[in-house]
């Protein structure tokens, strides 16, 4: 596309063009120009260029507690967060129905590490003396408050810090509205409302400038898609292909809905509840305003009326009006790109892939992208293609670990009442890594030795909760020593923290209308 305009080969990165203004664009825009001085003569320059008539896809409502690093890096207050972005705190997920979808069928995977994970042998124990309870709730404080919504923190405590570990519930049209004005009132970074209608290359492929509507083309040394879905840059204009996990993980749809509480002082859960269905699972997400509840399902097994009436069914069980309108649909193919940088152009958020949502993994993705790419930020041309190379070997990396870990709530599963588990549960689905992995875990618990790397998008302790709470249980004969007495004092200890904080720490909504109204200490 576009005429040749020469070899940028050498010239040093100075200006930087994010094409997008969803979460990723915004995020992406706001630690790049913190990290890189935007606000300075000196620093980077950054412009967004955004499609005033193209609406961000405005669901991703889930975050990990990598959160909270990312926003008090970029300097915003927390307090503006809850106000402005109709947020709560969210402690991990609870998941019903995965294991045998009968009745009661739950087991949790909360944020906080099992108590002395690094110390002890928690597993060997609780499998010699309390197997007959679950592993999150004997290792474990944190779902005992999830149980009874509470806050994972005080009012006195200061913004961003913790009392049990947590991320966020919010909305994520205010989200991007929040990080525009914090990006363009405070952090020096160019906005530019208008359509992108072309790409104009250099001679050796380098795209130089971006043709708008209204604006000309925006020149460049490094170009940051995203895009979303359609994937402009990375996508059409370079066809790097992307690869689809249709085969591991069936689901490509989702239909999303906005629920109200019965009352305007109902309680907000303190976790995401996912609820396994026939064809799909449902996300039910509670916001101070509203639940945000969706059904992610495969269309290969299942009709988009019958994915609408199990939505409708849930919601009316959980207490739910019947008279809510049309579901929103959204459609995806799961699946992440060959490569995610290409020549002068990487592509950050849903244009260098999306997988179900399940366990949130997408914001946690686009925040260690944009960490990773400020961090190697390259100085010149010439430094870029080796920082690609870095850049691409780390996330294909983490892209087949965030699909083994998503399969394991899947492939362990016991169910057998429809085809989606029958097909999900039946080797040819199990991609081969996890598969190795699932025949060391037999002997041993999942350790970090089997997650070598140093930001792993999911931890060890993550995987022990979904094992264990799938029901796995590992063959006895480990000749490992272990010390039982030590392993007893951290269950004593998560039960007594438990204990502890039950009465110390205020309920989710409760703590949520004191900052609306008072805002929130600094540290
Ligand atoms: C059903 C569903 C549920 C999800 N739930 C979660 C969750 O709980 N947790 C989580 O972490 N993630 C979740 N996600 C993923 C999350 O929504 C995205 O990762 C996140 O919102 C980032 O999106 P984005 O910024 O990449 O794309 P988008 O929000 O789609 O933004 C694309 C931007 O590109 C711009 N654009 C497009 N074309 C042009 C053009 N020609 N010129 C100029 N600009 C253009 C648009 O204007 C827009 O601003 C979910 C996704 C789906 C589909």
Avoid at 37 to 63: D, F, N, S, W, Y
Avoid at 83 to 90: G, H, N, Q
Avoid at 170 to 180: E, I, N, P, T, Y
Avoid at 454 to 475: H, N, T
Wanted: proline residues 6%; contains cysteine.
């Amino acid at each position: 596309m576009g005429d040749a305009m020469g070899d940028g080969m050498g010239d040093a990165v100075r200006r930087v063009v994010i094409i997008g203004g969803g979460s990723a664009g915004w995020l992406v825009a706001a630690v790049l120009a913190v990290d890189h001085a935007a606000a300075t003569a000196e620093g980077l320059q950054i412009t967004l260029l955004e499609a005033p008539g193209i609406p961000p896809i405005g669901v991703g409502e889930g975050t990990w507690p990598s959160m909270r690093d990312t926003l008090r890096k970029i300097g915003l207050a927390e307090a503006d967060l809850v106000r402005d972005c109709d947020a709560a705190f969210k402690q991990g997920s609870r998941f019903d129905g995965w294991v045998s979808g009968a009745a009661g069928d739950h087991y949790s995977h909360p944020f906080a590490l099992p108590q002395g994970y690094t110390e002890a042998d928690l597993v060997g124990t609780w499998l010699a003396r309390h197997a007959d309870q679950p592993f999150a709730e004997v290792v474990s404080f944190q779902p005992r408050l999830c149980a009874h919504g509470l806050a994972p923190k005080q009012v006195t405590t200061p913004e961003y810090a913790a009392v049990a570990n947590y991320g966020y519930h919010f909305d994520a049209g205010k989200f991007g509205l929040l990080l525009r004005r914090h990006c363009t009132e405070q952090l020096g970074v160019r906005h530019v409302c208008d359509e992108m209608i072309g790409v104009q290359s250099h001679a050796n492929g380098d795209i130089a400038s971006l043709q708008t509507r209204a604006h000309g083309a925006l020149a460049a040394d490094l170009f940051i898609d995203c895009t979303g879905l359609p994937s402009l840059l990375l996508g059409q204009h370079y066809g790097v292909p992307l690869v689809s996990q249709r085969q591991v993980l069936f689901n490509d749809r989702a239909l999303a809905l906005q629920v109200p509480y019965p009352q305007p002082d109902s309680p907000i859960a303190s976790q995401t509840l996912a609820t396994a269905q026939g064809n799909g699972w449902i996300w039910d997400i509670g916001l101070p305003t509203r639940r945000g509840v969706g059904h992610v399902y495969s269309s290969a097994h299942c009709s988009d009326d019958a994915a609408e009436q199990a939505l409708r069914r849930h919601i009316r069980a959980s207490g739910g009006p019947d008279d809510l309108p049309a579901a929103r649909q959204l459609r995806f193919e799961p699946g992440y790109r060959a490569e995610f940088w290409h020549r002068n152009c990487v592509a950050i958020g849903l244009s260098s892939g999306f997988i179900e949502p399940l366990e949130a993994s997408a914001l946690a993705l686009i925040e260690l992208s944009v960490h990773a790419l400020s961090a190697q930020m390259p100085a010149t041309r010439a430094a870029m293609d080796i920082v690609a190379r870095q850049f691409n070997e780390a996330f294909s990396y983490r892209w087949e670990r965030v699909i083994d870990f998503l399969k394991l709530h899947y492939a362990l599963s016991q169910r057998r009442d429809t085809d989606y588990w029958r097909d999900h549960t039946a080797a040819a689905s199990m991609p081969e890594r996890l598969r190795e992995l699932l025949t060391l875990w037999r002997h041993r618990p999942p350790s970090h030795y089997d997650l070598a790397c140093i930001e792993e998008v999911f931890p060890s302790a993550s995987y022990q909760y979904i094992l264990y709470g799938m029901g796995f249980r590992p063959e006895a004969g480990s000749r490992r020593r272990e010390d039982p007495a030590l392993a007893e004092r951290c269950f004593q200890e998560a039960a007594a923290l438990a204990a502890r904080m039950r009465p110390a720490l205020p309920g989710n909504r409760a703590l949520i209308t004191h900052i609306q109204r008072h805002g929130l200490p600094k540290i």
